[in-house]
């Protein structure tokens, strides 16, 4: 393996990271950003509604702007756009102010987040074998550090610009230093091989939309509803109460930590049918839970079984479309934000007028709908992933050194 791929991996794994990192300090302070800026309970819900939409305005924008542009040159400078966002949240002082920051943090996260995983599966193409889910787990890991330095902000009363101006002062030029390496695949922006026009492209690629929406609807339940669940349903303390968030995030970095191995030697798509299984009965063992424990115990299955699904779902679209990746993912990536505008409401509304054990049971049923479009995510013989993963390529992309 050439040293350019070994760089362009490990530059690319630190966006990853970073991304990471930045999203859960936004997330994970939002009563504080709520208490800052004044915004009453009536009016959060359209600004946290408002950095998805424009994620997937920003998602679309990409679409178009690769078939000029390079990913590498979107990552490089939608990075700072984000991390520079996240600082102008916790700086501002008017609802004007933060408006824009996070209108600027949800478009930049939009093309950050299709122009990464254009990268990843471009690279993985390149590879010759899976190692999409380590890019993934990357994520994670700065996930836990970003809500790990969130905690510490909020334990000594730290005001937000004093928690999120050293995190950015160290990403930011890490970042930018780190793009320089990365590699871009061949993949061009236009139409899928074979294909007549963008109708009967995403035709194809509507099963893997539909999987990564319902792996979003169950990403977002826990995210936004595993506390508030475990408090009042399950009676546990309000300490207890911020575990299984965390214990989801570990248990998904471990997880896709060794999913790579798992897809080398049995296959994406026994890769992904196990995960939906897993994730199916995680949710079955929260809504029957007696107690904080077994339900803690859900939480982890949960961690475990929906890990693998996004990062295969992006390399199914890239051995989807050879020769239109950028666009298969720029399109795909637009469902991540729509399963998180849908999940959350959705649990809300069904606990509110049925009750949140049954609630559990909508995602779990849409995580098992996912075996039915398993087969997706099974390699033609003629592309990368057949079982017989070539160890190298000819084609190591470019190098993304200039604009």
Known sequence: MTDVLR?????LAFS????????ALLVTRIPAIQDRYGVSDGLLPVFLAAVPILAGVGSVTTEQLVKRIRPSVLLRWSQPVVLLALLGVG?????AELAVSLGAFGLGVGALDASMNMLGVSLQRSYGRSIMLSFHAAYSLGGIVGASLAWAGAHWH???????????????????????????????GGEAEGAEGGPLVFKLLLPLCLVMTFAYIGDSTVSNWSAKYLKDVLGSSEQVATVPYNVYMVMCLVGR????????????????????????????????APGAWVGMLGFTLLGLGLCVLVPQTF?????????????AIARLNVFNYVGFLIGSPLVGA???????RGAMLVPMVLVLVTLVYARSFAPSADRYGDGHERARTADVGRGSNGL
């Open 7 to 11: 760089r362009g991996r490990a530059s």
């Open 16 to 23: 990853f990271f970073a991304q990471g990192a930045t999203f």
């Open 91 to 95: 700086s501002g002082d008017s609802m």
């Open 158 to 188: 730290l005001a937000l610009w004093v928690s999120y101006l050293p995190v950015v002062a160290v990403l930011l030029p890490a970042a930018f230093v780190g793009s320089r390496w990365y590699v871009d695949g061949d993949a061009s």
């Open 257 to 288: 930590g060794i999913g790579d191995l798992g897809v080398r030697r049995f296959g994406a798509v026994a890769v992904v049918r196990l995960g939906a299984v897993v994730a199916a009965l995680g949710f079955a063992v929260v809504a029957v």
């Open 315 to 327: 390399a199914a679209a890239g051995r989807l479309f050879p020769g239109a990746s950028d666009t």
């Open 350 to 356: 069904l606990g509110d007028a049925w009750s949140y």
